[in-house]
């Protein structure tokens, strides 16, 4: 299960901090990347500037494997959704030139747009994901229609007349729905194709001469294919293409344009500053940080350290590609880093290239056990492959993931060799016993081969770890099975006990950091800076967060002072006026 989530998701990693002399600060990062890439995490470019000056530039890999072409810094690469802050800077250029209105219903510039959803939504809802309207790359005709060119209006037509999913503006719902009608309004409001305003309105400008609209007919230069790594190994990223991301996802280019338009931004080449300032302003709540117009904007630590830094930026990910931009406005610093991999650790990437540029304490990346163990088995065997996990899991120069792991199984499983993919499953189940995926991953394994009693009992495992495993319920129904008493029951009044504002108590450096909880309708909800989520009862004291697995431990022996530990470490403790 949840093997998408793998691919796209960034490794886990690090514990040791560099205490590296007498380098510079470009000899640092050189030293850092090209670990990242001799441990097989990172096949791409970069570029890190600090006070609006070029330090560092690179490629690492491969561009195109089949030729061994390798990346440069100006290897075009495709953005996905770093597109949409291109977008959003389109439609603000037209607000600007009085053409459109931020607050305008969107049926005013689409009048054929059924005005159900198109009198209640507005450019600034589809600008910062509000507007309820359902993404449609969430569809499950999204992998078909991926190989087929389509028409803005096709697409649109799509999710135009589809129930929102809430109110419009009422909060933050990541939608490519919105940035794809963007791009679609940005078209009937100008009379052009959205890559001809793009090359008119920034990129000639900004002399980004090797940025583009990507599609698969013209021949363009230096444009990197895309893979995706399978354990030690590569294959070619699945075929998209690219007028079905369209103004949401479908923008290539270079780590050295993204320099010239990171730049850009600090000036007013583009918009009057009132309007520039649209695009940065904090409009809505996403998780832990705000959404601007195509911009995350938040914090992130210094390398190692507990110090944050305020941040600008975004990250994007498409078939074979991984890509963020990290922007430090404070000191006009930035990381550009794009992947033609797809699943490379960016965040990470950027956190100890950061810690560099503050002269901070940074993480080196450790070897996977995962893909080190899968190197033996390829030559070796299984047998001599799980010797070399039970030798290697705890060492201090490599490390344990689970979603590693999960993966390392599912390629076996995908090959039809059940047998040893079952074998690495269960050693993901040893390492990480409270994971609800790790048994729903065995229990798809034990129903391939055969073993329709232990996988049942696997799946309900999984479900009474997160009751909001989807996939594990609907495979048990599916095989007949009572799923009524695998969820834990709780009153309305231990409900109510829990209900208040609760603050981190042990964590001086965060020590503003709220987290509220709520009952509503017989359920609890928390809420952590405005990212919402539900809470589900799993036993006695614990919840869990189905979105993703993270639990909640409370400890309610004193009433009056009831505290809970997320992520098993951080205390929180219930706020008592």
Known sequence: MFMKSVLLG???????????FGQTKSE???ELLGTYFEYGDFNGSVLVAEKGAIIYKKGFGSANMEWDIPNQPDTKFRLASITKQFTAMLIVQLVAENKLALHEPISTYLPEYPKKNGDQITLHHLLTHTSGTPSYTSYRSYRKM????????????????SALQFTPGEKFEYSNSGYFLLGFIVEKTTGKTYEEVLQEKIFTPLNMNNSGYDNARPVIKNRASGYNKNGTSYTNANYIDMSVPFAAGAIYSTVEDLYLWDQALYTEKLLPKKYLDLLFEEHIPS??????YGWDIGSMLIGSTDLPVETIGHSGGINGFNTLITRIPADRSSIVLLSNTGGAPLREMTRAINGILYDKNYDFPKRSVAHSMLEVVETEGMAKGISYYEEVKDSSGFYLDENEM????YSFLQIGNAKDAEAIFRLNIDAFPDAFNVY????ECLLVNGDTTQAIENYKKSVRLNPGNQNGLNVLEDLGVDTDDLFYKVSLEYLKLLEGEYLVSDR??????KIVLEEVDGELYGDDKGYRYKLLPVEEGKFVNPDDGASLVFDTKNENAITFVIFGKYEFKKIIE
Do not use: C
């Not at 998780?287 to 601007?292: A, E, V």
């Not at 999960?406 to 199984?409: D, L, Q």
């Open 10 to 20: 960034a490794v886990t990693l690090l514990s040791i901090s560099n205490f590296s």
């Open 146 to 161: 991926m190989r087929d060119p389509f028409r803005p209006e096709q697409i649109v037509d799509l999710f135009a007349d």
């Open 406 to 409: 999960n993966f390392a199984g």
């Open 287 to 292: 998780g832990r940080s705000h959404y601007g």
């Open 440 to 443: 729903d991953s065995y229990g």
């Open 28 to 30: 640092k990062i050189a």
């Open 508 to 513: 001086p450096k965060h020590k503003d950091w």
